[in-house]
C-alpha cells in the first residue's frame, strides 16, 4: 500500500508540505488557526487542491490573523463567497469566521488556542473528535484527525521509515508524551 511518504517526495506542492510541514509541531496560534481552515476546506476534495489554493486562502483570510478574521462581518462573508481563489462554500466560509472567534475566546480562557490543546491532551482520538465538535464549527472526525496529525499531536502523519519521521521526533511533537 502506498502511503503519502512514499508519493509526496519530489511533488511540486505535496512534497514541501510533506518535507517541511507536515507533521511538525505547531504552537503559534494564527499557524494553528490557517491548518484548521485548510483541513476544514479539503473536505470532499483533495489535498492537492487545498495546497494549490493555499496563497489565495491566505490572502483572502487576512493571512489567518486571527483578530481580523473574527472581526469579519457580512461584507467580508461576501467578499470570501465571491473569491474564485479558494473554495465558496457558505459553511466553510462560516466555519472559518465562526472558529476564529472561539479560537479568541479560548485564548482568553488558556492563554493561547495551542495551550487549550495541550490542556486537553492526551486524548484518543473519539474524544478529539467529540471536544472539536463540541468546540468548532466543521469538525468532523476526519478534519480532526487530521488536523491534529498535521500539527503533530496525532501520530501517523508519517511511516517511521520516512526521513521527516526522524527529524519531526527531534522537534518533541505532542503525540510523543503519549507514545513512550
Request: overall charge negative; charged content about 25%.
Amino acid at each position: 500500500m502506498s502511503t503519502y511518504c512514499d508519493s509526496a517526495p519530489g511533488h511540486p506542492f505535496h512534497g514541501p508540505y510533506h518535507d517541511q510541514e507536515y507533521g511538525y509541531p505547531i504552537e503559534d496560534d494564527n499557524q494553528l488557526f490557517e491548518r484548521l481552515v485548510l483541513e476544514i476546506n479539503q473536505a470532499g476534495l483533495s489535498w492537492l487542491t487545498i495546497l494549490k489554493k493555499r496563497e489565495a486562502f491566505s490572502r483572502a483570510f487576512d493571512n489567518f490573523d486571527l483578530d481580523k478574521v473574527a472581526s469579519y462581518g457580512d461584507a467580508d462573508r461576501e467578499r470570501l463567497l465571491n473569491d474564485a481563489g479558494i473554495i465558496r462554500n457558505r459553511l466553510k466560509v462560516d466555519a472559518a469566521i465562526a472558529n476564529a472567534r472561539t479560537i479568541i475566546e479560548l485564548q482568553n480562557e488558556f492563554g493561547s488556542f495551542y495551550k487549550w490543546l495541550c490542556h486537553h491532551h492526551p486524548m484518543e482520538k473519539p474524544d478529539w473528535v467529540k471536544l472539536f465538535k463540541k468546540t468548532f464549527r466543521f469538525t468532523g472526525g476526519e478534519i480532526t484527525g487530521e488536523f491534529l496529525m498535521s500539527i503533530g499531536f496525532m501520530p501517523g502523519a508519517h511511516v517511521e521509515s520516512c526521513s521527516v519521521f526522524q527529524k519531526i521526533l527531534t522537534r518533541k511533537p505532542a503525540w510523543l508524551d503519549q507514545h513512550s
